[in-house]
């Protein structure tokens, strides 16, 4: 029997003679049956009955129906709140329906980066190291694999659309029923154009690139229809000659996949495995640190990068300053994400029907919570490794200050950018731009603070909940950062729902962000890993 290769193997290579030296191995089993006795040892060993099966599906079910539900019920409430629309759109301006449309086509490259991030075919490790290398044909035991996300993203597609197209745009019957289904078949084509892609041999960053750079499109082809002047008021629903063609795209572009499985090498598989079983395991750890290494971390180590010179390194503090510099420069998604950020307010100050107080506010708190969290890359990484920090000759408190240094140069530039168009809609432009460069240092405080936040106690008892047992004080945890957000930006908030600024208002503001800055350069509460360094240190210092 001739030895696979060390990317994982070919079945093709495997001799045809079912002997090794004296012995009659007998008949290859097939992948189905391999995947069925794998899936009976997987339900033995977890002693799973079908009844809990059931009732776990029916747990999920529940749980998502519930969501969307929610979720639906906030958009339309949301849409009763708006002014109605004017009878004609005036020029500089974009239609609710237009900016709907550029909404779903960057939910669509968001969709392919974070497909390619993932590898959307992959195999665990168990499989990984049992699966591949079996004289077997591997079409068999990658197809489940391969339709698993594109199902997931047809379902996640079709529930957006279907709360945009009803809870914000107003849409019912048989309209709502095509977006609905035309959604979930585009979505599960962009998956499907991600795995097509890696058969034919393009990387994950590769395809995650080409995810960022429609993501990117969608607000320069926003502001690009802004400034060209009228936008139309509506946009027809799709019919279903349509909704038919995208299905048959669909379904070759699934057929393709299928006929291609076996070319996948086996060092893609794993690699795509493990990134997805880290994302999944931060998503049910509610890490969103995690999560974003698990996106990124396979990008980043892939890319072929040029030596840099740190020539700003000149001691100790500006080596750590530069370091968190070259990170950010280093990560794409996190500069597209910045991008899109800054699009956020002055997307909701040109569309009339959110061009309001309670529209730019939240515009505003959902850019700046993107832009702040995308510039606090090197504090992540510091968390998840805290000899970094320990190796340098500062204090705790002077090295997360000096982390927040890069996090507050980049919110100073999408504080200007985003309260100039705030102020463009609401008047008195330089008071905004004062009022943004003194609320810049609560914005980097609070990614810093959550990048240092603790991990959740999985050793604690847990709580039931409808989606899952959670860690005692898991939503203390997640409020480290968000908080600062919402106590030490409230002037900023007062502001944007008077639509003016006064100088009681910015004094407050400079007073709550060195107050913000402070609570964030406070080292009370350590992780896991710093906990550990420690206790390290005492013993050592014990025995000596």
């Given at each position: 029997m001739t030895d696979l290769d060390a990317a994982g193997g070919d079945a093709s290579l495997v001799d045809d003679d079912p002997r090794v030296g004296d012995f009659d191995l007998g008949e290859v089993p097939s992948a189905r049956s391999i995947r069925r006795f794998t899936a009976q040892a997987a339900r033995a060993r977890a002693g799973a009955s079908i009844g809990s099966l059931l009732t776990d599906?029916?747990?999920?079910?529940?749980?998502?129906?519930?969501?969307?539900?929610?979720?639906?019920?906030?958009?339309?409430?949301?849409?009763?709140?708006?002014?109605?629309?004017?009878?004609?759109?005036?020029?500089?301006?974009?239609?609710?329906?237009?900016?709907g449309a550029f909404l779903l086509?960057?939910?669509?490259?968001?969709?392919?980066?974070t497909a390619g991030s993932l590898g959307p075919v992959g195999t665990e490790g168990a499989q990984s190291a049992w699966?591949?290398?079996?004289?077997?044909?591997?079409?068999g035991l990658l197809r489940p694999a391969a339709a698993r996300l594109p199902l997931v993203a047809a379902l996640a597609g079709g529930a957006v659309v279907v709360v945009l197209e009803a809870g914000l745009l107003g849409r019912g019957g048989a309209d709502l029923v095509r977006a609905g289904l035309?959604?979930?078949?585009?979505?599960?084509?962009?998956?499907?154009?991600?795995?097509?892609?890696?058969?034919?041999?393009?990387?994950r960053r590769r395809i995650a690139l080409a995810g960022d750079a429609v993501l990117v499109a969608a607000p320069v082809l926003a502001g690009a229809v802004v400034l060209a002047g009228r936008t139309p008021a509506t946009l027809p629903s799709p019919a279903w000659p349509v909704v038919l063609a995208a299905a048959v795209l669909a379904a070759v572009l699934a057929v393709l996949l299928d006929r291609r499985l076996g070319d996948l090498p086996g060092r893609t598989l794993r690699e795509g495995g493990s990134v997805a079983a880290q994302a999944v395991g931060a998503v049910v750890s509610l890490d969103s640190r995690e999560l974003g290494r698990a996106l990124s971390g396979g990008a980043v180590a892939a890319t072929r990068r040029r030596v840099s010179r740190l020539r700003t390194a000149?001691?100790?503090?500006?080596?750590?300053?530069?370091?968190?510099?070259?990170?950010?420069?280093?990560?794409?998604?996190?500069?597209?994400?910045?991008?899109?950020?800054?699009?956020?307010?002055?997307?909701?100050?040109?569309?009339?029907?959110?061009?309001?107080?309670?529209?730019?506010?939240?515009?505003?708190?959902?850019?700046?919570?993107?832009?702040s969290s995308a510039s606090a890359e090197g504090a992540r990484w510091a968390e998840m490794a805290p000899i970094l920090d320990r190796l340098l000759p500062l204090g705790d408190r002077t090295v997360r200050r000096l982390r927040m240094v890069v996090p507050g140069v980049v919110m100073l530039v999408w504080s200007l950018v985003a309260f100039a168009a705030v102020g463009r809609w609401a008047g008195a432009t330089?008071?905004?731009l004062v009022l943004a460069v003194v609320s810049a240092p609560v914005w980097a405080a609070a990614a810093v603070r959550a990048a240092y936040r603790p991990a959740p106690r999985w050793d604690k008892p847990l709580i039931a909940t409808p989606a899952g047992a959670l860690p005692t004080g898991v939503l203390q945890v997640i409020a480290r950062g968000p908080d600062l957000v919402a106590l030490c930006l409230l002037p900023l908030w007062i502001a944007i729902g008077l639509t003016t600024v006064s100088t009681i208002m910015v004094t407050s503001q400079l007073l709550l962000s060195?107050?913000?800055?402070?609570?964030?350069?406070?080292?009370?509460?350590?992780?896991?890993?710093?906990?550990?360094?420690?206790?390290?240190?005492?013993?050592?210092?014990?025995?000596?």
């Open positions: 599906l029916y747990s999920v079910v529940t749980s998502i129906a519930i969501s969307v539900l929610i979720v639906l019920g906030v958009v339309q409430q949301l849409r009763d709140s708006l002014p109605p629309a004017p009878p004609v759109q005036e020029p500089g301006g974009l239609s609710l329906p237009m900016l086509l960057a939910a669509a490259g968001a969709l392919l980066s699966w591949l290398p079996l004289p077997v044909d591997r079409r035309l959604g979930a078949v585009t979505a599960a084509g962009v998956v499907l154009i991600a795995a097509l892609a890696q058969s034919l041999g393009a990387t000149r001691g100790p503090a500006t080596a750590l300053v530069t370091a968190d510099l070259v990170v950010l420069r280093r990560s794409l998604r996190h500069l597209v994400q910045l991008v899109v950020a800054a699009g956020l307010p002055l997307l909701a100050t040109v569309v009339p029907q959110l061009a309001s107080p309670v529209g730019v506010l939240v515009a505003v708190l959902l850019g700046g919570w993107m832009a330089p008071d905004w060195v107050v913000a800055v402070m609570i964030a350069s406070s080292t009370a509460e350590k992780g896991w890993m710093e906990r550990m360094l420690e206790e390290q240190d005492q013993r050592k210092g014990a025995s000596s």
